[in-house]
Antibody
Framework: QVQLVESAGSVVQPGRSLRLSCAGS????????MHWVRQAPGKGLEWVAQ????????YYADSVKGRFTISRDNSKNTLYLQMNSLRPEDTAVYYC???????????WGRGTLVTVSS | DIVMTQTPLSSPVTIGQPASISCRSS???????????LSWLHQRPGQPPRLLIY???NRFSGVPDRFSGSGAGTDFTLKISRVEAEDVGVYYC????????FGQGTRLEIK
């Protein structure tokens, strides 16, 4: 069955960087676009970024544009989120999700907590 | 961006009674391909979101048939025919027709 497993979360200081990863299995990874969605503590869901199946196209929420970079390594069936210049408001559980995110092929990981605090 | 607005934000219900959540989008969710990419997700406390419904009215595998979705264009509804204790939590609508945006969530609690 489809599985998406995010890397362990971390506590990082404001202004520092962190890279998340998401390992996919149970499906043909290089056939599907991927997303990152986050949820701040006690808040709702916020879409963060999307990458096409081959990595040729990337899309970002305004709140992270210029600071976060989504990428993938199809040879390793792994999705990444490079987060730079982290802010306290980036504190959230980060979920990876598989396309089609709005259709029957959708699947989500269990999430990983990133805490940005000094 | 498409704004998704859910009502109510909180819904106390009695076990065994029906419940209904509405979701309205700021513009039509009909995609160029003719599909409407409106989904519903359920999140229990401390858990990741669980996928319930896709394309307005299709249940994901394993979702009980007491959950049903309906609507068209900009107005959508999630109905639970008879609420069970395990249904508590927050329900989100999500559109994936143009980018991805979520409603603010509706908290379902037992009276």
């Amino acid at each position: 069955q489809v599985q998406l497993v995010e890397s362990a979360g971390s506590v990082v200081q404001p202004g520092r960087s962190l890279r998340l990863s998401c390992a996919g299995s149970g499906f043909t990874f290089n056939h599907f676009g991927m997303h990152w969605v986050r949820q701040a503590p006690g808040k709702g869901l916020e879409w963060v970024a999307q990458i096409s199946y081959d990595g040729s196209n990337e899309y970002y929420a305004d709140s992270v544009k210029g600071r976060f970079t989504i990428s993938r390594d199809n040879s390793k069936n792994t999705l990444y989120l490079q987060m730079n210049s982290l802010r306290p408001e980036d504190t959230a559980v980060y979920y990876c999700a598989k396309d089609d995110i709005g259709d029957e092929d959708a699947a989500w990981g269990r999430g990983t907590l990133v805490t940005v605090s000094s | 961006d498409i704004v998704m607005t859910q009502t109510p934000l909180s819904s106390p219900v009695t076990i065994g009674q029906p419940a209904s959540i509405s979701c309205r989008s700021s513009q039509s969710l009909v995609h160029n391909d003719g599909n409407t990419y409106l989904s519903w997700l359920h999140q229990r406390p401390g858990q990741p979101p669980r996928l319930l419904i896709y394309k307005i009215s299709n249940r994901f595998s394993g979702v009980p048939d007491r959950f049903s979705g309906s609507g068209a264009g900009t107005d959508f509804t999630l109905k639970i025919s008879r609420v069970e204790a395990e249904d508590v939590g927050v329900y989100y609508c999500m559109q994936a027709t143009l980018d991805v945006t979520f409603g603010q969530g509706t908290r379902l609690e037992i009276k």
